[in-house]
């Protein structure tokens, strides 16, 4: 596999009984760069984007067979470690879910899974990966507030810097603005544009203008 391609993908296939979901699929995603998935609704993104962290697992109607490589390991491998491989990818969904705890904890939960507990260090990154969700400077003063109390912009850029915290290389993102304003769209589009330097992206999206835009 080049050092150019991140993910790639051969004769992926997905069906649930005799519904076949998707066909023969053939992609190279680059590293370090913004993959768009563009197409109608129900025409399986959603699901391409589940493969690549094997969240189909998750429903046992589903049968998948292909190559899904990464680093030239095959993630469909049986004997992948499902846990790392997550530990991987950000995900970003359609609508945020930030956890039920304050706003600085969404972030150092996600650092102490990668084993960070250092009270000073914590603080440090805390501040760092709320600053790449371009979300800082709104929230400085409101670290002890509940998460719940942000805007669904706010939040969805939460979830964000959370995703960011767990230190992935991809970040997968399902229609991470379709709940949201033009304004908090706009930030989410920004922050993306930024972050292809240093993460591959894989945006799934309907909206052709946003396609073009980023």
């Not at 069906?15 to 998935?37: E, F, H, M, Y």
Request: charged letters at 25%; one cysteine or more; glycine letters at 4%.
């Amino acid at each position: 596999m080049s050092d150019t391609i991140k993910i790639s993908i051969r004769n992926l296939n997905v069906s649930a009984g005799k519904n076949q979901i998707l066909k023969n699929i053939d992609i190279d995603i680059p590293k370090n760069k913004i993959t768009v998935i563009l197409g109608p609704s129900g025409c399986g993104k959603t699901t391409l984007l589940k493969c690549l962290n094997r969240l189909t697992d998750l429903y046992p109607e589903l049968k998948v067979t292909g190559q899904i490589m990464i680093d030239n390991n095959n993630i469909l491998d049986a004997k992948e470690d499902i846990y790392m491989l997550r530990q991987q990818m950000g995900l970003l969904s359609q609508r945020p879910y930030p956890l039920p705890m304050t706003i600085y904890n969404n972030i150092a939960y996600a650092l102490k899974l990668r084993g960070i507990k250092n009270r000073r260090e914590t603080h440090k990154l805390v501040m760092h990966y709320l600053q790449q969700a371009n979300l800082w400077d709104e929230i400085r003063t409101r670290l002890r507030e509940p998460a719940s109390r942000l805007s669904i912009g706010q939040q969805q850029r939460l979830c964000l810097a959370r995703g960011l915290a767990v230190n992935p290389e991809i970040i997968l993102a399902d229609e991470p603005t379709s709940a949201l304003d033009p304004i908090s769209s706009q930030f989410i589009e920004e922050t993306f544009v930024r972050l292809k330097n240093d993460y591959t992206i894989v945006l799934v999206t309907h909206v052709l203008r946003q396609a073009k835009r980023i």
